[in-house]
């Protein structure tokens, strides 16, 4: 378990990670968010040992991060931003170096890197030098010097930048299946990576944690959700949706031609509106129960601080 208590960091008399708290269980995947500058990779570096804090306590596996930081980093994958590596070797030979510094030795060497080559999909750039590498192959080669060790936690920062859709969905089934019996933090700006992955996000904001819960309890902060959203072939009036049974308000987008009808608080307006599309006879094209909008959230949220 990860325990974090009270957490402080500044540079230079700026607070950049301010009274941090939190507790992290095997099997949480948490999605860790917030605006640039707002204290993420800061936190992550100190959760590594990579940074000490100004004040607070760590405590990971129940042991101290300042009196047992070489143990604590030996439990520990850890991508960071830009996936740092020695550009002069090939994939292979950096796995190799770090399943060597990692303590790795002979066949359980060797098979381990051979495991993480074919879970990253690394063949076809093994014996290229990393420096010539595609952006995307270099994040996948940081991936993987993370995982090598089989480690018990995972810290990924961004870890599918850079990456293609295709790439982008087969890193986070790998991270989906690497986190049944690991820790997983995962920091992105990537807010559909949130509901793909994660099953607990924090948002921090000023050095500040300002939400820790499930993706649906932050859906559920949007105004969106609940709502019923209609997008018609052509433009038409939809006025008298907005006095329906059980409808609180309505918002038009003339532009893209769509409506979203707001229910009061509780109620359950999907059927009427429907009814009513299809007795007036509206132009819809589709019909779909908002699930809300995470950049609405993660913006509201995160300008609150400010305030």
């Known amino acids: 378990m990860i325990s974090v208590k009270n957490l402080f960091k500044s540079f230079g008399g700026h607070q950049v990670v301010n009274d941090v708290s939190f507790d992290i269980r095997p099997g949480d995947v948490v999605g860790f968010l917030g605006p640039n500058g707002a204290g993420k990779s800061t936190t992550m570096k100190m959760l590594t040992g990579f940074l000490a804090p100004s004040n607070g306590e760590i405590t990971i596996d129940n042991l101290s991060i300042n009196h047992c930081s070489l143990k604590i980093k030996q439990k520990i994958g850890y991508l960071p931003e830009g996936a740092p590596a020695y550009g002069e070797m090939t994939p292979y030979q950096f796995l190799l170096f770090i399943a060597k510094v990692r303590g790795l030795k002979g066949l359980a060497k060797a098979q381990r890197v051979k495991e993480v080559i074919d879970q990253v999909e690394l063949h076809e750039v093994l014996n290229k030098p990393i420096d010539n590498l ?44 690497l986190s049944k019996d690991k820790i997983v933090i995962i920091s992105t700006h990537i807010l559909e990576e949130v509901s793909a992955v994660c099953n607990r996000v924090m948002i921090i904001s000023k050095g500040k944690l300002l939400f820790d819960d499930t993706p649906e309890a932050l859906n559920q902060r949007s105004k969106y959700y609940g709502a019923v959203t209609l997008q018609f072939s052509y433009p038409a009036d939809a006025s008298e949706l907005a006095e329906l049974e059980g409808v609180a308000s309505m918002e038009e987008d003339l532009e893209n031609r769509c409506v979203t009808v707001f229910p009061l608080p509780g109620a359950q307006i999907l059927h009427s509106v429907t009814t009513h599309a299809q007795h007036c006879r509206l132009p819809v094209d589709s019909l779909f129960v908002e699930q809300g909008r995470l950049d609405q959230v993660f913006r509201d949220i995160t300008q609150e601080v400010n305030v």
């Open 134 to 177: 595609s952006k995307g192959f270099k994040r996948r080669v940081g991936l993987a010097q993370a995982i090598i060790h089989d480690p018990q936690i995972l810290i990924l920062d961004e870890p599918t930048d850079g990456l293609d859709p295709n790439q982008k969905h087969q890193v986070r089934q790998l991270i989906k299946n």
